[in-house]
């Protein structure tokens, strides 16, 4: 088992950090570069922008903090609209409300829970209009719809051929939100690489961490540069004091990022392992009656960062709690967020493979440190869990 402070014998998932972690970090205090300015942000920006095959990257304080930026370069302005999925983590929902406009919420496809393309398609092209102005609005808010925000669920890609059609047609700006997919692949090009911006979490729990973090990737030099600007509180003049908006300080650290070197240096490593580990998830569960583990598309290649079982409906809580009781650190997905008190009133487009996939997915433990026998233990109390169910 292992060394991470965790309640659980095996936990969900925590960092690897066996790398050149410390010796780049002591080089930081060693050198006083601590702060926002530093070699290695400069290196960990160029790492991550050749790995995904974009132009530009800029390294930020978090996952978070590069969506709202992506969204605000790209002009999503109050009263505007951006469609999110329903099934997600909040953040990128949340950046929507950051700038005064409004969600509307997906579907997500069965298979890979990421946004249902079919289902945006539908409503662009039956509940949207497109205005003589160029830009396509909602029929029954009468708002603009300025930015769709995929989300490569848990690693999973989504179809962004299908997307980049339906959103170049419609002057649809697509903001990647690629947090959990670094190393992800659509036939062979990275996530994360397909929308304006592409945007990345280097939190804890991410494939590769550096504490918390965050970077936006683009090919657009221009979105790059109002990007970086409003990172750094929109400070037009390296010497004086001269702002011209309203900026963030939003910037990542020199010490986190030389964190981020070290972690990137053994991305494609981990990736490997996450796959590897999946496959024998897979293959051990595949005789367990009535549990599917979550798959790639035939399209695809996930980096795997979470893994996902579909159980009978009754079956979530009470496995869970059996799981957890064995020290085996399990997580229901996330609660739909047009159900959350905050986005109730918000328009939620046809949706239903989400609640579906709410009432029936759990995520298995995932991190790169888990042993092959930790991946047995888990299908056996999995096994034992739905053997004494039918006893
Ligand atoms: C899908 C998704 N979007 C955005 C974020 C936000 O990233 P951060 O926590 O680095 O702000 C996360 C997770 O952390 C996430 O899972």
Not at 245 to 263: D, F, P, S, W
Request: hydrophobic share 35%; aromatic share 10%.
């Amino acid at each position: 088992m292992s060394d991470f402070a965790s309640k659980y014998a095996i936990p969900l998932s925590e960092p690897e950090i066996s790398g050149n972690e410390w010796k780049y970090i002591k080089d930081c205090l060693d050198t006083r570069w601590v702060s926002s300015v530093g070699s290695y942000v400069n290196k960990f920006e160029k790492m991550v922008a050749d790995y995904i095959g974009t132009k530009y990257a800029v390294a930020v304080v978090n996952g978070t903090s590069a969506l709202h930026l992506s969204l605000m370069a790209c002009g999503v302005k109050p009263d505007d609209e951006v469609i999110v999925p329903a099934l997600t983590f909040i953040a990128p929902v949340n950046v929507v409300s950051y700038c005064g406009a409004h969600p509307v919420f997906m579907d997500c496809d069965r298979g890979n829970l990421c946004i249902d393309v079919h289902k945006v398609t539908d409503f662009i092209v039956n509940e949207c209009k497109r205005r003589s102005d160029g830009y396509t609005y909602n029929k029954k808010t009468n708002r603009r719809i300025k930015a769709i925000i995929p989300v490569h669920i848990f690693g999973h890609p989504t179809d962004m051929e299908a997307l980049l059609e339906i959103c170049g047609k419609n002057n649809i700006d697509i903001i990647e939100d690629a947090t959990e997919s670094i190393g992800s692949e659509h036939k062979g090009k990275m996530t994360g690489s397909f929308g304006q911006t592409g945007c990345f979490s280097f939190n804890g729990n991410k494939i590769i961490t550096t504490g918390g973090g965050g970077m936006v990737v683009t090919d657009n030099k221009e979105l790059d540069g109002k990007i970086r600007h409003l990172s750094t509180q929109a400070k037009k003049d390296p010497f004086e004091y001269d702002h011209d908006e309203i900026g963030y300080n939003y910037r990542l650290t020199n010490i986190q990022a030389a964190m981020g070197v070290a972690q990137m240096e053994r991305l494609n490593e981990f990736i490997g392992v996450k796959r590897r580990n999946a496959s024998l998830y897979k293959k051990l569960l595949k005789d367990v009656d009535d549990v599917e583990f979550l798959w790639e598309k035939n399209w695809a290649k996930s980096n795997f960062w979470f893994y996902t079982l579909r159980v009978p409906k009754g079956d979530k809580k009470p496995l869970m709690r059996f799981l957890l009781e064995k020290s085996i650190q399990v997580r229901p997905i996330w609660k739909l967020i047009h159900t959350l008190t905050m986005y109730k009133g918000c328009q939620a487009y046809a949706i239903e493979n989400a609640v579906e996939a709410y009432e029936t997915c759990i995520n298995l433990p995932c991190s790169v440190n888990l042993k092959e026998k930790e991946i047995n233990f888990v299908v056996e109390n999995i096994k034992s869990y739905f053997s004494n169910q039918v006893v």
